[in-house]
């Protein structure tokens, strides 16, 4: 029976936190229907270590036909050279299973390694997407930076739960990312940026992520309870 393996890796120069990767992981094998047999998590720099440090050379030896890895984005795979990461994917997909990127959705299959052109593009998307994640976060810390310099509100207050138009499409965006419908195609056809749809995925993940915490979360809440729950307002 095919297996389900979740791989998480945060820089522990950094102190990040491993719940943002988990929760997006979750979701996604939720929406998937996946069962998450193993889950390897791991504290270590991605350009100071090997794939035998990270687990990689680890999980990959386990793998068998039809299982899938789950990773939040491609640099979780490593930071260390390019040829590194192209070697770890092609020895997953080679051992007969699927790495699936959770922040955009994107998959590497079997399929690919006889379809050259398919799977550098997936590569290219997973590599894209995580770089716009990147840029983002640089341009919200210049912005909040400019604007503390002018003695301005940094933005939107630390906590601040307000309510978003796109809440109430949220069973239908779901629905569309489970049937590998591209984020840009979803924005289009709700009349948003793809940039509003992906800060609302985003903004989606934290909040539950903080109902998590507090104990509030049940399976099948949808994100107007949450954001109610959250606000005190439980029903």
Not at 21 to 27: L, M, P
């Amino acid at each position: 029976m095919a297996k389900n393996y979740a791989y998480v890796r945060i820089s522990d120069a950094h102190k990040q936190d491993t719940i943002g990767q988990r929760d997006r992981i979750t979701r996604y094998a939720d929406t998937h229907g996946l069962f998450i047999y193993k889950w390897y998590e791991y504290s270590l720099s991605g350009s100071q270590t090997n794939k035998t440090q990270r687990g990689l050379i680890d999980l990959i030896e386990r793998l068998a036909p039809g299982d899938r890895v789950l990773v939040n984005d491609i640099e979780r795979l490593g930071r260390d050279s390019i040829s590194d990461i192209m070697e770890v994917l092609t020895r997953i997909i080679n051992a007969g299973a699927e790495i699936h990127f959770c922040m955009n959705g994107d998959t590497l299959t079997p399929s690919h390694k006889n379809d050259v052109g398919q799977f550098f593009i997936q590569i290219g998307r997973a590599f894209a997407a995580q770089d716009f994640s990147k840029q983002r976060s640089l341009k919200a810390k210049a912005a909040a930076a400019r604007r503390q310099a002018q003695n301005l509100p940094a933005g939107r207050a630390t906590g601040a739960i307000i309510k978003s138009k796109l809440d109430e499409r949220e069973n239908q965006i779901l629905f569309w990312l489970s049937q590998d419908v591209f984020k840009n195609e979803i924005a289009r056809r709700l009349n948003v940026s793809s940039t509003a749809l992906i800060k609302w995925l985003d903004r989606r993940d934290e909040l539950i992520c903080q109902a998590r915490e507090r104990g509030l979360y049940e399976n099948g809440l949808s994100l107007i309870e949450i954001k109610k729950r959250l606000k005190g307002k439980i029903i």
